[in-house]
């Protein structure tokens, strides 16, 4: 089963890990930091191994986004598209046995500042 993690973020300055960057996570005790990062560093390694991570993928700046849509014909402006304090940061396809897993892999991309969506890809 293929899914992919999105990471919607906003750190300042934008950077990554861009939890690292966002004042929620800044916030937390040290402690609690090196918990967070010791997690994620175990389940990705983890999941590498496994062969679990397909690709993946930080992004630049969205203040260097464009945005093409379609008005009579294609027309790209200034972005991003989404409007909010949240950004998408980046991705990984994850393939996995089962959607348990992949909520196990999704939840250690999940730290304070940051939003993480779990969607199965299209198998049509």
Known sequence: MKFVIL????????????????????ALPPATQEELGARWD????????NGEIVSGCALGDPA????VRFDGEPRAADGPYAQGDEHLAGFFVIDVATQERAEEIAAAFSCPGDTVELRPVWEG
């Open 7 to 26: 990471i919607h973020s906003h750190p300042q300055p934008w950077a990554h890990p861009t939890s690292e960057h966002t004042a929620e996570y800044q």
């Open 42 to 49: 175990r389940v990705f390694s983890e999941a590498q191994e």
């Open 64 to 67: 260097h986004a464009r945005v």
